[in-house]
């Protein structure tokens, strides 16, 4: 790529749960964004989130209430692709995570944009390398890896894929730090990254210590929450094995390592629940029952917690 582009217009292409709140962010910070998705009823439906978004961030101290509409004006909606990504410096593909269809696009893409253009992925778990392989121009393509809800979560993934120049991660890094993201290199594009990776982790073994009849799932949960998941927001898994010495860890993992769930295959306990639709909040019975009252607590719950996450993080 020669020149370093100028990355004032995005495009997000996938205006579901992940894209609505990606474009929020843009355009919260002063850039034009274009919000493309299949169907009218999508894109009206994310503008009315993205609204309720900026009202509720508002009364809770982050951002204001004048803000709100400006930001929404600086979104534009479309159906149709080449329109939407045509004055783009940025294209951040945020549609469903379905590897054919992701290659499709990325070679649309990559057929539609300038080649200063920098074509950006959400995947959660899935190589940016292998999604790229049908473009031409792969050194401008990389991942992103935002985090539910992206306008709350700080962290993105920036994930180089085997052909990802270093000037794309430059200016990936750049713009992501201009609007108030905290951008992390992941160096090798393997699958899940860094942050699903470690989180799954911990699912595996949750699900497996049930599966033992170890624990009930509440008390898994419990175990974590009031236990060692206070104590993450200031002390990583790393810090954490410094902190107690690492003489100590090797001991602990001489004796635990062969009791903890190893298997490369999902759970039957989890294949059994999803085959007789125990869903979780989709059929209202997942690892526990979940009343409509029950889901709506839990969520006003987190949602709660991330607002005083974020305000206290602001302060620091
Ligand atoms: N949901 C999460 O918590 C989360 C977190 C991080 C990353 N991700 C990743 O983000 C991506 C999107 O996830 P989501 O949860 O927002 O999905 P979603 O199903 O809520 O939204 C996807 C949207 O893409 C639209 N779409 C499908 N094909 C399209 C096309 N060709 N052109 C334009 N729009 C198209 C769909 O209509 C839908 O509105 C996935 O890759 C997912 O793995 C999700």
């Given at each position: 790529m020669g020149v370093m582009p100028n990355l004032k217009n995005i495009a997000v292409v996938g205006a579901g749960m992940m894209g609505h709140g990606i474009a929020q962010i843009f355009?919260?910070?002063?850039?034009k964004v274009i919000l493309l998705d299949v169907s009218d009823e999508i894109l009206t439906k994310a503008i009315e989130n993205i609204r309720a978004n900026l009202i509720l961030l508002a009364r809770s101290g982050i951002g204001s209430e004048k803000e709100i509409e400006p930001s929404i004006e600086r979104i534009t909606t479309t159906r149709n692709?080449?329109?939407?990504?045509?004055?783009?410096?940025l294209v951040i593909e945020s549609i469903p995570e379905d590897l054919n269809l992701k290659q499709n696009l990325f070679q649309k893409l990559d057929a539609l944009c300038p080649f200063d253009t920098i074509l950006a992925t959400n995947t959660s778990v899935m190589s940016i390398t292998e999604i790229a392989s049908k473009a031409?121009?792969?050194e401008r393509i990389v991942g992103t890896h935002f985090w539910n809800p992206p306008y709350l979560i700080p962290l993105v993934e920036v994930i180089k894929g085997q052909?990802?120049?270093?000037?794309?991660?430059?200016?990936?890094?750049?713009?992501?730090?201009?609007?108030?993201?905290?951008?992390?290199?992941?160096?090798?594009?393997?699958?899940?990254?860094?942050?699903?990776?470690?989180?799954?982790?911990?699912?595996?073994?949750?699900i497996s210590i049930v599966e033992q009849g170890i624990a009930d799932p509440a008390t898994v949960d419990e175990?974590?929450?009031?236990?060692?998941?206070?104590?993450?927001?200031v002390l990583g898994p790393l810090?954490?094995?410094?902190?107690?010495?690492?003489d100590l860890t090797l001991q602990i993992h001489q004796y635990i390592l062969k009791?903890?769930?190893?298997?490369?295959?999902?759970?039957?306990?989890?294949?059994?629940?999803?085959?007789?639709?125990?869903?979780?909040?989709?059929?209202?019975?997942?690892?526990?029952?979940?009343?409509?009252?029950?889901?709506?607590?839990?969520?006003?719950?987190?949602?709660?917690?991330?607002i005083a996450w974020h305000q206290r993080s602001e302060k620091d």
């Amino acid at each position: 790529m020669g020149v370093m582009p100028n990355l004032k217009n995005i495009a997000v292409v996938g205006a579901g749960m992940m894209g609505h709140g990606i474009a929020q962010i843009f355009a919260t910070h002063g850039h034009k964004v274009i919000l493309l998705d299949v169907s009218d009823e999508i894109l009206t439906k994310a503008i009315e989130n993205i609204r309720a978004n900026l009202i509720l961030l508002a009364r809770s101290g982050i951002g204001s209430e004048k803000e709100i509409e400006p930001s929404i004006e600086r979104i534009t909606t479309t159906r149709n692709m080449e329109e939407g990504v045509s004055g783009a410096r940025l294209v951040i593909e945020s549609i469903p995570e379905d590897l054919n269809l992701k290659q499709n696009l990325f070679q649309k893409l990559d057929a539609l944009c300038p080649f200063d253009t920098i074509l950006a992925t959400n995947t959660s778990v899935m190589s940016i390398t292998e999604i790229a392989s049908k473009a031409s121009k792969r050194e401008r393509i990389v991942g992103t890896h935002f985090w539910n809800p992206p306008y709350l979560i700080p962290l993105v993934e920036v994930i180089k894929g085997q052909d990802t120049s270093a000037q794309t991660i430059d200016a990936v890094f750049d713009l992501l730090k201009s609007i108030k993201k905290y951008p992390v290199l992941v160096k090798k594009d393997v699958p899940g990254f860094v942050g699903n990776r470690l989180q799954h982790a911990l699912w595996r073994e949750a699900i497996s210590i049930v599966e033992q009849g170890i624990a009930d799932p509440a008390t898994v949960d419990e175990v974590i929450k009031k236990g060692f998941g206070v104590r993450l927001p200031v002390l990583g898994p790393l810090e954490n094995a410094d902190m107690v010495g690492l003489d100590l860890t090797l001991q602990i993992h001489q004796y635990i390592l062969k009791h903890i769930e190893r298997s490369p295959d999902p759970s039957p306990l989890l294949r059994q629940k999803v085959e007789q639709q125990e869903l979780g909040f989709k059929t209202g019975r997942g690892f526990q029952g979940w009343t409509t009252e029950a889901m709506e607590r839990c969520r006003k719950q987190l949602l709660k917690h991330l607002i005083a996450w974020h305000q206290r993080s602001e302060k620091d």
